[in-house]
């Protein structure tokens, strides 16, 4: 299975009627890369924060007919209970959806007051050995419970949870994916975290199309990227884009987020009416991405549904005992 060679530029036709062409695609700037399964791209329903809100994405996702490869949570497994946590996995393996959950601790929530400064400090870090071993625990459990996919928001746990799974500490299927928030913005950065275990890498959703050639000149790691990206990662709403985007990025999870709407991490009840509501018009924002797709001829390449794992990656060596 493979992307359209020419899919159609938004308004080419009658652009050129005018006396206005569009420039042709460069073939240089076509990814070489694709998923295990020959699949160039994806779909992810970000913010999906317990089962209640899984529950209407699903239903959304079978009336608006959107196909969703992954589910993700941003809150944390420390905020989920185990009822809660074997009811996403169990709903999500009736649909063959991966679940993929965000792993402890975070320097945004510590008390440590730098990342409340002007030049934000750690960021999303997890602050000494107590915060890492949070995150370790959380992976436990989770993968404990069924889960198979873990967000991370810091190369010292990332690198440590792919550690464990070298070692049969965590199952051997476990996927770490990385979180938006830590996004790398160049191509060694992205290499790095490929080889620090990552098997899929968000990207900041600001990155130009010749930004995304650039990564896939020195990886062929899956990328993870907002279409629409939540307001405190910018809003920026790049539906149009998204055939060139798969293009330029395969293999490629379109993420549909949503911008114009508050923040709901963590999640709790007192979110609830929000949540449910974003929830359900992130699965309509796929929709309208895929009627895009599909109009300017560029809706194939898709991985068959189910598809979840990332392909022969590069890693640094795991020491042993060390």
């Given at each position: ?7 159609r ?11 206005h ?56 497994v ?13 709903s999500?393996?009736?649909r ?56 991370v ?62 990564i ?107």
């Amino acid at each position: 299975m493979t992307a359209p060679s020419a899919p159609r530029r938004p308004g080419a036709d009658a652009l050129a009627r005018i006396g206005h062409p569009s420039p042709g695609p460069d073939p240089a700037d076509t990814s070489p890369h694709a998923f295990p399964d020959g699949g160039v791209w994806r779909t992810e329903i970000p913010s999906v924060e317990g089962p209640e809100a899984l529950a209407v994405v699903l239903k959304e996702s079978s009336r608006l007919d959107v196909p969703v490869h992954r589910v993700s949570q941003g809150s944390g497994v420390w905020m989920l209970t185990d009822a809660e946590i074997t009811e996403m996995v169990e709903s999500c393996a009736g649909r063959d959806i991966e679940l993929c959950l965000f792993t402890g601790p975070r320097g945004t929530w510590d008390i440590g007051a730098s990342t409340r400064t002007d030049s934000g400090g750690g960021g999303l870090r997890a602050r000494g050995h107590d915060a890492l071993a949070g995150c370790v625990e959380d992976a436990l459990r989770a993968t404990a419970l069924g889960v198979r996919c873990l967000l991370v928001a810091d190369e010292g746990v990332l690198w440590t949870l792919h550690r464990m799974r070298a070692a049969g500490e965590l199952p051997a299927d476990t996927t770490f994916k990385l979180s938006a928030l830590t996004g790398p913005v160049n191509p060694a950065s992205y290499a790095v975290y490929e080889r620090l275990g990552a098997d899929s890498i968000n990207v900041p959703s600001d990155l130009t199309l010749a930004h995304l050639t650039e990564i896939r000149r020195v990886s062929g790691a899956p990328m993870d990227m907002y279409v629409e990206a939540p307001d405190d990662l910018g809003g920026y709403i790049r539906m149009y884009e998204a055939a060139e985007l798969i293009r330029r990025g395969a293999p490629l999870y379109l993420k549909f987020g949503l911008s114009r709407s508050p923040g709901i991490y963590p999640y709790g009840a007192q979110l609830r009416d929000l949540t449910l509501a974003t929830a359900r018009e992130r699965v309509r924002r796929g929709r309208l991405v895929l009627d895009l797709l599909a109009r300017h001829g560029a809706d194939g390449g898709m991985s068959p549904l189910g598809a979840r794992l990332p392909g022969e990656l590069r890693r640094f060596p795991v020491p042993e005992g060390n």
